[in-house]
């Protein structure tokens, strides 16, 4: 597409929390692209109790998005609904993008209805067939990617350009690459796993133990490396149990930066890092955007490939069990059978298959 230059506003609709924001980073760097001379906002929703949503802190100074305007997910008050379709026609979009994850056609079809009451009379991407719904079954039995379907969806406005590292760029700037290297100066000039085992969902909690268990392997199997831990501040006690493995058996130094930096700032620590370890979060898809190798530990929630970090060199370790697909955030029937027969072992021989062939 060529760049619609005259375009002086954009709207970009995209809910969730901060991996929902990192796959669509190629979308919004194309949106840029598409229109560049345009004021884009997001619609987004807010984390309770914040002041800012989970969008403004992974996109930071980038540019890409100028403001932001409040959703209250679920919704169903008439006034707030009336208040948030009168500043949407307050602000006058020229180009409503839908990057919403997909909920289903009548849902699609609801939005459709009100952002047109909202005055939005140009669409791209809005998903209104099931194509655009679902993630695509290639002819291996392969699922589309995320990143790929909201590509996809938004094909109209040029390549996404997926597998290009600089989509996933963070323009990290230099504090928040000082803050970073201070706090990993404990580990000296040493190289660093990176490690993140809370979690706030139970479906993706792979356990204590087993993290436990796994960084005992690691930092016995490589004491040369220093251990930083990245997460939110509630979890950092669950992290520092973690990684009592690793000191027992012999690893190095080893770095607590749960809750201590922000997430632009995590991605700076874990862009020192030569792996990460960890479960699908937030903090994988830190790591994979700035090209640090993943072995990720999966819950079969989702369906396999959709959630996975996306680009090359990450391994993740998925089974696929009869209830796969279930979407569940607490497992009690199945006691999160696909996630719990994921061994210690079967993690430890894919960190050795990564550090072998990652640069020394």
Not at 175 to 196: C, F, H, M, N, Y
Request: proline residues 6%.
């Amino acid at each position: 597409m060529t760049p619609n230059f005259d375009a002086k506003r954009v709207l970009v609709y995209r809910l969730g929390s901060l991996g929902d924001t990192l796959i669509v980073l190629p979308c919004l760097r194309l949106i840029a692209r598409a229109f560049p001379n345009a004021e884009r906002r997001m619609l987004t929703n807010w984390p309770i109790s914040s002041k800012a949503p989970a969008a403004a802190a992974v996109l930071g100074s980038t540019g890409l998005i100028h403001g932001y305007m409040h959703y209250q997910v679920g919704t169903r008050s008439p006034l707030a609904l009336a208040k948030l379709a009168w500043e949407i026609r307050r602000f006058k979009p020229d180009v409503f993008v839908y990057l919403a994850a997909g909920r289903g056609l009548a849902n699609a079809k609801r939005d459709a209805a009100f952002f047109r009451l909202a005055g939005v009379k140009k669409f791209v991407g809005l998903p209104l067939t099931e194509d655009m719904q679902q993630n695509r079954l290639d002819e291996n039995g392969i699922y589309e990617p995320e990143a790929a379907k909201h590509a996809r969806n938004i094909a109209e406005l040029g390549d996404a350009h997926l597998d290009d590292a600089a989509s996933w760029d963070l323009e990290l700037v230099p504090a928040e690459k000082d803050k970073t290297a201070a706090l990993l100066q404990p580990l000296g000039e040493r190289p660093v796993i990176a490690a993140s085992v809370g979690t706030k969902m139970q479906a993706k909690d792979w356990g204590v133990e087993n993290w436990r268990g796994l960084l005992a392997q690691i930092g016995a199997a490589y004491p040369e490396f220093g251990l930083a831990l990245v997460g939110a501040p509630e979890e950092s006690a669950v992290s520092e149990a973690a990684a009592d493995g690793w000191r027992a058996a012999g690893g190095g130094p080893v770095v607590n930066l749960c809750g201590k930096l922000t997430p632009r700032e995590s991605a700076a620590a874990l862009a020192h890092a030569r792996l990460f370890v960890g479960h699908d979060s937030g903090p994988m898809h830190l790591a994979a955007a700035v090209q640090t190798p993943c072995v990720a530990i999966f819950a079969a929630r989702n369906k396999p490939a959709v959630w996975f970090p996306y680009g090359p060199g990450h391994r993740v370790i998925y089974h696929k069990v009869d209830c796969y697909g279930c979407n569940l955030e607490t497992c009690i029937v199945q006691k999160r059978k696909c996630l719990m027969s994921i061994t210690v072992d079967e993690v430890m021989h894919e960190v050795r298959a990564a550090l072998s062939t990652v640069a020394k």
